[in-house]
């Protein structure tokens, strides 16, 4: 039997408090506030911190955030609220393909960043981003908040409990209907800002509502989930990114360009990862991880782990029990702001956050080759 004890997670974090220095209630700036951005930015308020902007090309959403934080200038560009001067922080949460500028700019400018994942647009990118972050004196949290899950954090513990490992499963399933409508857009939208550093093109508003499925501004869903979970399995496993990536899959009643369908496979080091992703069915729904190993299996997904142990080696497997049996679990209670919590408590402290440059780089090398097997038909090798 694997030990388990159920016992509280983390306390409530403690709340920003109001002082003589300025650093316990740190201001900031949101750039980009869709969907992830804007509860990004209603979090970082409601954990003590004081927003002083936000940006973004999209009106509605400018104003959304507005709305939730009056006091904050608005700015269109995103340049422009870089240069206030009473700003600590940058939340950045916008498509891919601005992060690494906005990241160096953000540097440039001597504040701290919390930059949402995926970390970059490539493999190159990735170093790039890394040796910015180094040259700096900043704190920069990267955006995968399963690093601040305590049953994850957990289960690190009692991962070399289930023997040596052969077979990792990372699945995703969501029953998606990509917003793929080309209807003008409901609010004024400035393009050529939303474009950046891609590609320039006619505006296409099918583009702008899932920006995600194009090449242009993001690596798919292959880097989008593939990045939260692949951490996992490296951090888990203490593995490097892995040593090659093999990729098949299809876009399926989707008019975009990314395959919304797909399983990686990744070579490691002694054992095998696979990173299968479906939006086309709701079974087993959401995100989940198995690491298959000699001595016992244990899942996890959003509920939190469960542990199974193996049943001996036998010539006759067909004999075996239907199901085997539970040795352990353990529940995800975690906090929603706890990621976020981390980085604020980290720019008082000056600690390294629990995601550092360095493991969001590591997580997205797997999906960034991945995604270069499946448009180029061929097994990627990573080169040393």
């Not at 600590?88 to 393909?97: G, I, Q, R």
């Not at 994850?152 to 793929?180: C, Y």
Request: a positive charge.
């Amino acid at each position: 039997m694997i030990p388990f004890s159920r016992r509280a997670l983390l306390a409530a974090p403690v709340l920003l408090r109001a002082s003589r220095s300025p650093n316990d209630t740190p201001a900031y700036v949101t750039l980009g506030a869709g969907n992830r951005g804007l509860w990004l930015h209603r979090t970082f308020a409601a954990l003590g911190a004081r927003c002083i902007a936000v940006s973004d090309p999209y009106a509605p959403h400018l104003a959304n955030a507005i709305q939730a934080t009056p006091q904050a200038q608005p700015f269109t560009d995103w340049r422009k609220a870089l240069e206030l001067k009473q700003l600590d922080f940058v939340v950045v949460a916008t498509p891919d393909h601005h992060h690494h500028p906005m990241l160096e700019a953000a540097l440039a400018a001597g504040r701290d960043v919390y930059l949402e994942k995926p970390l970059s647009m490539s493999l190159e990118q990735s170093d790039r981003m890394v040796k910015a972050v180094r040259a700096s004196n900043r704190i920069v949290q990267i955006g995968m908040q399963r690093r601040s899950m305590e049953f994850i954090r957990r289960a690190k513990a009692i991962i070399p409990q289930l023997g040596r490992l052969s077979l990792v499963q990372a699945r995703w399933n969501w029953a998606f209907l990509l917003p793929l409508d080309d209807s003008p857009l409901e609010g004024k939208l400035d393009w050529d800002l939303f474009l950046g550093p891609a590609p320039a093109r006619p505006l296409e508003p099918k583009r702008y509502r899932w920006w995600r499925g194009f090449w242009d501004y993001s690596g798919g869903n292959m880097t989008d989930q593939g990045t939260h979970l692949m951490d996992v399995v490296q951090w888990m496993t203490d593995s490097p990114p892995p040593q090659a990536a093999t990729c098949a899959g299809q876009v399926i009643h989707a008019a975009c360009e990314v395959p919304n369908v797909f399983t990686a496979i990744f070579e490691y080091p002694g054992f095998t990862a696979t990173w299968t992703l479906n939006y086309r069915t709701s079974y087993d729904n959401d995100w989940s991880i198995a690491f298959h190993g000699d001595n016992a299996t244990m899942f996890m997904d959003r509920r939190g782990y469960r542990i199974y142990k193996n049943l001996e080696m036998t010539t006759q497997p067909w004999k075996a029990p239907d199901r085997p049996d539970l040795a352990a679990d353990f529940p995800d209670d975690s906090l929603p702001t706890a990621h976020q919590q981390n980085f604020l408590d980290c720019i008082r402290s000056r600690k390294e956050p629990n995601c550092p440059v360095e493991a969001a780089a590591a997580a997205v090398a797997g999906p960034h080759m991945a995604n270069i097997s499946w448009r180029e038909h061929r097994r990627v090798v990573r080169s040393a």
